[in-house]
T-cell receptor, first 113, second 111 residues
Framework: ETGVTQSPTHLIKTRGQQVTLRCSSQ?????VSWYQQALGQGPQFIFQ???????GRGNFPPRFSGLQFPNYSSELNVNALELDDSALYLC????????????FGPGTRLTVL | GDSVTQMEGPVTLSEEAFLTINCTYT??????LFWYVQYPGEGLQLLLK?????DKGSNKGFEATYRKETTSFHLEKGSVQVSDSAVYFC??????????FGTGTRLTVIP
């Protein structure tokens, strides 16, 4: 069974740039959720994708957007990067309605300079 | 609104000591409750869960009981090991398949 994978591991961008983060869900999972974890804080829910459509969103501006592909992998896109976007971005996959099977990837560390 | 309040860290214990990390929450209804653990450089791993009042979740010697009367879900372990050193997050279900986390408690266990 393949776990959740994320790429890249680390990324450095400058303010105003755009970034794309990628996530491959665990085998058999059709739902992907994205979280932002600022340093010293708990993860905050960004949004969730189920069957290629957004299925819930947290308190994040529209410059945070996403996609889910037919193989259930997903992308998180952030436009017009700000310094406060520096964080660990976590992807979690699960089966629809199975919140207790939400498996997290290792994360992508984004630094905005 | 939603909130999950965890005991502030860091917590430092000697090996074989008893561990308690407090967690309280606000909620409408009875959400499922979770403890996740994050080891250095890794993502979150589900440690244990409870889906209804009075349920006790347990795993790897850790336990937590869903107390609706005190809206609490405290994490306990009778004898910690150095390998338990990590950051522990209390979380609750909010909406469909969405988690709301506390700020985390860093535990360091010294030999």
């Amino acid at each position: 069974e393949t776990g959740v994978t994320q790429s890249p591991t680390h990324l450095i961008k400058t303010r105003g740039q755009q970034v794309t983060l990628r996530c491959s869900s665990q085998s058999g999972h059709n739902t992907v959720s994205w979280y932002q974890q600022a340093l010293g804080q708990g993860p905050q829910f960004i949004f969730q994708y189920y069957r290629e459509e957004e299925n819930g969103r947290g308190n994040f501006p529209p410059r945070f957007s996403g996609l889910q592909f037919p193989n259930y992998s997903s992308e998180l896109n952030v436009n017009a990067l700000e310094l406060d976007d520096s964080a660990l971005y976590l992807c979690a996959s699960s089966t629809r309605g199975g919140i207790d099977t939400q498996y997290f990837g290792p994360g992508t560390r984004l630094t905005v300079l | 609104g939603d909130s999950v309040t965890q005991m502030e860290g860091p917590v430092t214990l000697s090996e074989e000591a008893f561990l308690t990390i407090n967690c309280t929450y606000t909620a409408t209804g009875y959400p499922s409750l979770f403890w996740y653990v994050q080891y250095p450089g890794e993502g979150l791993q589900l440690l244990l869960k409870a889906t209804k009042a009075d349920d006790k979740g347990s795993n790897k010697g850790f336990e937590a009981t869903y107390r609706k009367e005190t809206t609490s879900f405290h994490l306990e372990k009778g004898s910690v090991q150095v390998s338990d050193s990590a950051v522990y997050f209390c979380g609750k279900q909010t909406g469909a398949n969405n988690l709301f986390f506390g700020t985390g408690t860093r535990l360091t266990v010294i030999p």
